[in-house]
C-alpha cells in the first residue's frame, strides 16, 4: 500500500491543516508537503496535539512532513477541553481584533488597549487564550508598546494565538515578538471550546 500524501502547496491557510487533519482520520502514517513555514508549524502544531510524531525534511520543492503515530485521528479519544481554573464553563478566551479600545478617538482607543492589557496581568480570572486578528495582531510584534504585558501573561500560562494572515496582509509576519503565529483552524477551535469568548 503506497503511503497517503497529502499535497498543500499553494494553498491558503487554514487549507493545509484541514486537509491533513482529515488524510489523519484514515491513516496512521502519510507525509504532508507545504511551501511555506507558516503551513509548516500550523500542520506540525495540529498533528503533534493529536498524538503524532512530525518529522521535517526541507527539500527544493517544498517542506516535506512525515507524521507518524499509533494509529489514525478516528481511533483516538477527543482532546479533553481544558477548564479554567478546573471548572465546568471551559477555556476563557479573550479576543482582540484591533490595536484600539472601542470606537471613537483613535489616540484615546490606543492608550485604553494599553491600560487594559496592563491591567489584565492584576486581575482575576486570568484569560486562558488571546485571539489576535486583524490590526489586532500589531500589539504583539516589535515595537508594541505592550509586548512586556503580553509576555507575563505567557508566562503565566495563557496561550497567545496571532493570525498570521493577518500578520501577511500588514507585513509583520517576521516581526512577531510574542505568542505563536496561527490559523483559522486553530482559532475557529479556541473559540468553540470556550467556556466564554470576550471581544474587546
Known amino acids: 500500500m503506497s503511503e497517503k ?18 488524510a489523519l482520520k484514515d491513516h496512521a502514517r502519510l507525509t504532508a508537503i507545504v511551501d511555506n513555514e ?4 500550523n500542520v506540525t502544531r495540529m498533528a503533534e496535539k493529536e498524538g503524532f510524531k512530525v518529522t521535517r525534511e526541507k527539500r527544493a520543492d517544498g517542506i516535506y512532513l512525515a507524521i507518524a503515530g499509533e494509529g489514525a485521528l478516528a481511533d483516538a479519544p477527543e482532546a ?10 471551559g477555556p476563557l478566551v479573550l479576543t482582540i481584533p484591533s490595536d484600539c479600545m472601542g470606537r471613537g478617538d483613535q489616540e484615546l482607543g490606543q492608550l485604553l488597549v494599553r491600560t487594559f ?14 485571539v489576535f486578528f486583524n490590526s ?6 516589535e515595537g508594541s508598546p ?8 505567557a508566562a503565566k500560562g495563557a496561550q ?19 505568542g505563536e503565529v496561527s490559523n483559522m483552524y486553530a482559532i475557529a477551535e479556541a473559540w468553540l471550546r470556550a467556556g466564554k469568548v470576550i471581544t474587546i
Open 117 to 130: 492589557l496592563h491591567t489584565l496581568g492584576e486581575v482575576a480570572p486570568q484569560p486562558d487564550t488571546l
Open 136 to 141: 489586532g495582531v500589531k500589539l504583539a510584534v
Open 38 to 41: 507558516t503551513a509548516e508549524q
Open 80 to 89: 479533553p477541553v481544558a477548564c479554567a481554573g478546573g471548572g465546568p464553563a
Open 160 to 178: 497567545l494565538l496571532v493570525c498570521g494572515t493577518c500578520l501577511g496582509h500588514f507585513g509583520l509576519k517576521e516581526k512577531l515578538a510574542v
Open 146 to 153: 505592550v509586548l512586556e504585558d503580553l509576555r507575563a501573561l
Open 5 to 22: 500524501i497529502v499535497d498543500a502547496r499553494g494553498l491558503a491557510c487554514p487549507q493545509p491543516v484541514l486537509l491533513t487533519r482529515k
